[in-house]
């Protein structure tokens, strides 16, 4: 979640170069990128542009600054580029997913125990 959270508010930027497609995981492509001088490697979905993408095409990229390891294919300049969802959204579904499951297990816990507690009364 800090990294989610470092790539929505303060992401670094640069270029990546997809090694490889994997259509097998939801059409992601792979990539390899380097921040100050360390290789990193990492996963991501290319949206529209999947099937026109190569190894060897050079791809725009965010990640963490505080750890490279985080990173997505995404285009702060063109933020529509290739139909992908931005950080921001992503951010906030991830947001909105935890706290709905907060919530179902705060509920299910508060029944549970109020039933519990009528048996043993």
């Avoid at 490889?20 to 492509?29: A, D, F, I, Y």
């Avoid at 990173?71 to 906030?92: C, K």
């Amino acid at each position: 979640m800090p990294g989610q959270y470092r790539l929505y508010r303060q992401p670094g930027v640069t270029q990546g170069v997809i090694t490889g497609k994997k259509s097998e995981n939801h059409q992601n492509v792979t990539y390899r990128f380097t921040v100050n001088g360390k290789n990193y490697h990492g996963e991501s979905g290319i949206g529209d542009a999947y099937d026109s993408a190569a190894a060897g095409q050079t791809v725009p990229l965010i990640y963490d600054p505080t750890d490279p390891d985080e990173s997505s294919i995404y285009d702060l300049d063109h933020p529509h580029r290739w139909g992908l969802t931005s950080p921001q959204e992503a951010f906030v579904s991830l947001l909105l997913i935890l706290s709905v499951f907060s919530l179902m297990g705060g509920c299910l816990f508060a029944w549970s125990f109020s039933y519990a507690r009528r048996r043993w009364i």
